[in-house]
């Protein structure tokens, strides 16, 4: 095959991981609420990707860069493919919640009100709320043809309006109204019975002329600015990190618009005027049949009541080997500790963290925070610890996308709480999951380590799929330690005990993992790699796959999302699968087995198969080699690989179909096997404490 027909490309790779996002709202078997935060995240996600992918697509079109990707395509190829499917994707969308999900909602009692059709007592409501409650906070913004164009806010709801010409002059007059996003998006009004709502926009739509008095309103065009944010902070100038990353979250608010999200509706001088004011053409401008930003319809979704309407609750299990009661270190001490999250609680990760910060024998903490809670818990225990004279040092990533705002806050706060922060690495971000507590012990100093697939957020711990390797082992505890002081002391890399690291190691081990696998494969030996990851784009990788299988290797891959290899080519790929999980849960773990002449090697890592997660970032990739650990990360892989219920099988075209039960085998939906899995291992583990009499022993004796 061509170099280009070998590769996916990964834009529209993305595109079709959010279209299986969107047939899970599309799916009628679930309930309507589910399907409704299926539409807010597929909403969600694409506002991402045209910051992003989108963002800076544009921008290497604007400084003429037109190199093809390796799937072969251009710049410009790619923006006017992602433009045809994006539409597809938004027109699909639409069609769902208009003509699907929105009347079945209004025929359980959930109705979105048409301001054409209020009853005067339901007015009368609304123009209390209005005059109360809105009124205050909006101001009308008048825009004049040929000034400067407001900074309006990116993914934030406006109100274009046309005003009709004053006396004696001819030219329409335009202003833009802010739909405040302080106030909730949906008002709702009074009843028992039914939820009976008007989005925002629409309540300040009614009463608009009370902002304009003596005007004459000839339309009102609700309307959406994306803006790029692929902006990175430029690490060659002078000044502190996080000077410059106020800047670049400066940038963002006035970078330029790459997507004009407008109602159907908007007249040509109205169009007009917002082509020329925000720099856009029609290859820029969505038309949108229905509300503006799906995303907030997550907040209706998980209202209150209606529980008919939604799934069955899948709390988070305490894990069999963590009592409520027990000290993390004496846990910890006894056995290395495996947890799957959402299955698996994680709470005995935060308990570490908050035993750590009052236990008088940790001498000091070291972590490494990438993503966390608006409320954390464990920012707290590390605030508490460094309070308490502990040695505590956190490296805070102020590059994390997104949440660049919330971590300088986080990095403040730790700092005048007397925590020893480091900003991250010049030209790096550091993404490694990474905990370690250091104690003073009878036997002498014990370093008491959390590994991670995720971040330390206790929210989406519940949310996404992870996994938490928790360990004391002494080798583990030298490797943390040198790769912590090397990336906080100006320390050279150093050679690991079992531990390797991106952006130097980690890709060369697992080309040599993958490349063992050929050549026993090519000696008639047995042969197997499995792998779960979210994104698969490394074009050395992907060559290196192609290799193995090509010698006989077979190859199992779960890739959540972006996928540019092309399985079941025949002399390329014939013996790779892919498949794709979409489900309650989002597919975050990366676990990766090579059977290594019948070894079995198994690793857990923070790291993705991208160019970004092995040559830009710092990344860990974590051995996990004790037997029941082993076991466990094992069968997960084999389930998430055997599910026919939720799976999608990626074709050679980069399509996907959904995996079906073939034969006389059984529905295996892998996310509910690991919930049923973790509620009978918390089930036996609660008996066996049932009939176990443990004597309280004093303090002192205890110890």
Avoid at 346 to 370: C, G, M, S, W
Avoid at 408 to 436: D, P, S
Wanted: positive net charge; hydrophobic residues 40%; glycine residues 6%.
């Amino acid at each position: 095959m061509s170099k280009p027909a070998r590769f996916i490309n990964r834009e529209l790779s993305w595109l079709e991981f959010n279209r299986r996002v969107l047939e899970e709202a599309q799916d009628a078997s679930l309930p309507l609420l589910e399907r409704l935060k299926f539409l807010a995240i597929t909403s969600s996600n694409l506002d991402e990707f045209f910051m992003v992918r989108v963002g800076g697509l544009q921008e290497l079109l604007e400084r003429g860069i037109h190199s093809p990707s390796h799937a072969g395509l251009t710049t410009r190829h790619q923006l006017d493919e992602i433009g045809k499917r994006a539409r597809e994707l938004v027109a699909s969308q639409y069609e769902c919640f208009l003509k699907s999900v929105e009347p079945g909602l209004a025929a359980q009692g959930i109705h979105r009100l048409n301001i054409v059709h209020l009853a005067p007592e339901q007015k009368r409501y609304l123009e209390r709320v209005f005059e109360q409650q809105v009124y205050p906070v909006i101001t009308p913004i008048a825009l004049k043809p040929g000034a400067p164009f407001p900074e309006l806010a990116g993914l934030t709801l406006h109100l274009g309006v046309r005003l009709a010409p004053a006396k004696g002059s001819r030219p329409y007059r335009f202003a833009v109204v802010t739909v405040p996003r302080a106030l909730s998006r949906f008002i709702r009004l009074p009843g028992e019975q039914v939820y009976e709502y008007l989005p925002l926009e629409d309540l300040i739509t009614l009463f608009l002329d009370r902002l304009f008095p003596g005007e004459t309103i000839v339309e009102i065009v609700p309307f959406r600015l994306t803006r790029n944010a692929d902006l990175s902070v430029r690490e060659d100038l002078a000044g502190d990190l996080l000077s410059r990353m106020k800047e670049v979250l400066r940038e963002r608010r006035q970078s330029a618009c790459v997507r004009l999200e407008i109602g159907r509706a908007m007249s040509a001088p109205m169009r007009e005027f917002f082509e020329a004011a925000l720099k856009v053409n029609d290859e820029t401008i969505y038309p949108v049949p229905g509300p503006l930003d799906l995303a907030a319809c997550s907040s209706l979704a998980n209202m209150g009541g209606f529980d008919h309407l939604k799934i069955e609750p899948w709390p988070p299990q305490p894990s069999p080997d963590v009592r409520e009661t027990d000290s993390m270190f004496e846990v910890i001490a006894k056995k290395n500790v495996l947890l799957f999250h959402p299955y698996d609680s994680f709470e005995p990760v935060a308990r570490l963290a908050d035993q750590a910060a009052d236990d008088p024998d940790v001498l000091a903490i070291k972590q490494i925070l990438y993503r966390t809670s608006r409320d954390s818990p464990i920012i707290a225990a590390l605030a508490r610890a460094a309070q308490k004279g502990k040695h505590v040092t956190v490296l805070v990533e102020l590059k994390a996308r997104f949440d660049e705002a919330r971590n300088i806050e986080w990095a403040t706060a730790l700092e005048e709480a007397g925590v020893q922060v480091i900003y991250g690495l010049r030209g790096l971000k550091v993404h490694a999951k990474l905990c370690i507590v250091v104690r003073r012990e009878p036997t002498g100093i014990r370093r008491y380590l959390h590994f991670g697939t995720g971040n330390y957020n206790e929210i989406t711990a519940q949310l996404y799929s992870d996994v938490s390797f928790l360990t004391c082992d002494p080798d583990y505890g030298a490797d943390a330690s040198a790769f912590f002081n090397t990336i906080t002391g100006y320390s050279q890399p150093v050679k690991y005990r079992k531990v390797e690291a991106a952006p130097l190691g980690l890709r060369e081990r697992l080309l040599a993992l993958i490349d063992g696998e050929r050549q026993r494969a090519a000696q008639k030996q047995p042969a197997r790699i499995l792998a779960k990851l979210n994104s698969l784009v490394d074009a050395e990788i992907i060559k290196a796959l192609y290799a193995a299988s090509k010698a006989g290797v077979k190859i199992q891959l779960n890739v959540r999302g972006i996928c540019c290899l092309r399985p079941g080519v025949a002399g390329l790929s014939e013996n790779i699968t892919v498949t794709s999980i979409l489900d309650r849960f989002l597919e975050h773990a990366r676990i990766f087995y090579f059977h290594h002449g019948g070894e079995g090697l198994v690793f857990i890592s923070s790291a993705d198969w991208m160019p970004r997660n092995l040559d830009r970032r710092v990344e860990l990739l974590v051995p996990v080699e004790d037997d029941a650990s082993r076991a466990r990360l094992i069968s997960i892989l084999e389930t998430s690989l055997s599910d026919n219920v939720k799976a999608r099988r990626m074709l050679p075209d980069g399509r996907y179909e959904r995996v079906k039960p073939g034969g006389k085998a059984r529905p295996l939906r892998s996310q509910e096997a690991f919930y049923r899995q973790a509620c009978e291992a918390a089930a036996q583990a609660k008996q066996r404490q049932l009939q176990t009499f443990e004597p309280q022993l004093p303090a002192s004796s205890a110890r």
